[in-house]
T-cell receptor, first 113, second 114 residues
Framework: DTGVSQNPRHKITKRGQNVTFRCDPI?????LYWYRQTLGQGPEFLTY????????KSRLLSDRFSAERPKGSFSTLEIQRTEQGDSAMYLC???????????FGSGTRLTVV | SQKIEQNSEALNIQEGKTATLTCNYT??????LQWYRQDPGRGPVFLLL?????KEKRKERLKVTFDTTLKQSLFHITASQPADSATYLC?????????????FGTGTKLQVIP
């Protein structure tokens, strides 16, 4: 297992377009998290899956954001009608139990022009 | 409201010295407190976790203390090296909205000068 994998690493899109990111967690991890990080800030929680169930979604997440984790394996994060304020690093993390910490992927850098 | 505070100013120290980073929090009762390292353009890397009933945890040159009365954690790197230069994030693990999740501070940038 090579850790948490995120694709693509970079994405440049025009305002108003839809984008989708993929995260492949560590295979034995049942928990998967999406975070967003802007320059100079810490990662900000977006949503959390335990197996295939989406258990929590941040109130900061607008209806333009949706995440899925079919079959409890990989996850996708879709942003519809992107805005310039969506420009950020989108990080995925997985864990078995919180007491062992999270394993993060390298992130997807989104730039909306 | 819940708040996690880390020194936003960069910390510059001389190689070989001990670096001490601070994490303060309010309105939390965390079960765990975690420290991560983040390099530019990369995701955070988990370093250490300390439980609420533990005072101190060590791992090689790293030491973390956790004072639930002061609501503060200190993160020490002894015999610091230029390779330790990075941003260090404090993260609190607690329940919010009925589910357990980890909330991060803004991080402190450490620069170890050769």
């Amino acid at each position: 297992d090579t850790g948490v994998s995120q694709n693509p690493r970079h994405k440049i899109t025009k305002r108003g377009q839809n984008v989708t990111f993929r995260c492949d967690p560590i295979s034995e991890h049942n928990r998967l998290y999406w975070y967003r990080q802007t320059l100079g800030q810490g990662p900000e929680f977006l949503t959390y899956f335990q197996n295939e169930a989406q258990l929590e979604k941040s109130r900061l997440l607008s209806d333009r954001f949706s995440a899925e984790r079919p079959k409890g394996s990989f996850s996708t994060l879709e942003i519809q009608r992107t805005e310039q304020g969506d420009s950020a690093m989108y990080l995925c993390a997985s864990s078995l139990e919180t007491q062992y910490g999270y394993t993060f992927g390298s992130g997807t850098r989104l730039t909306v022009v | 409201s819940q708040k996690i505070e880390q020194n936003s100013e960069a910390l510059n120290i001389q190689e070989g010295k001990t670096a001490t980073l601070t994490c303060n929090y309010t309105n939390y009762s965390p079960a765990y407190l975690q420290w991560y390292r983040q390099d530019p353009g990369r995701g955070p890397v988990f370093l250490l976790l300390i439980r609420e009933n533990e005072k101190e945890k060590r791992k090689e040159r790293l030491k973390v203390t956790f004072d639930t009365t002061l609501k503060q954690s200190l993160f020490h790197i002894t015999a610091s090296q230029p390779a330790d230069s990075a941003t260090y994030l404090c993260a609190l693990d607690g329940y919010s909205g009925g589910y357990q999740k980890v909330t991060f501070g803004t991080g402190t940038k450490l620069q170890v000068i050769p």
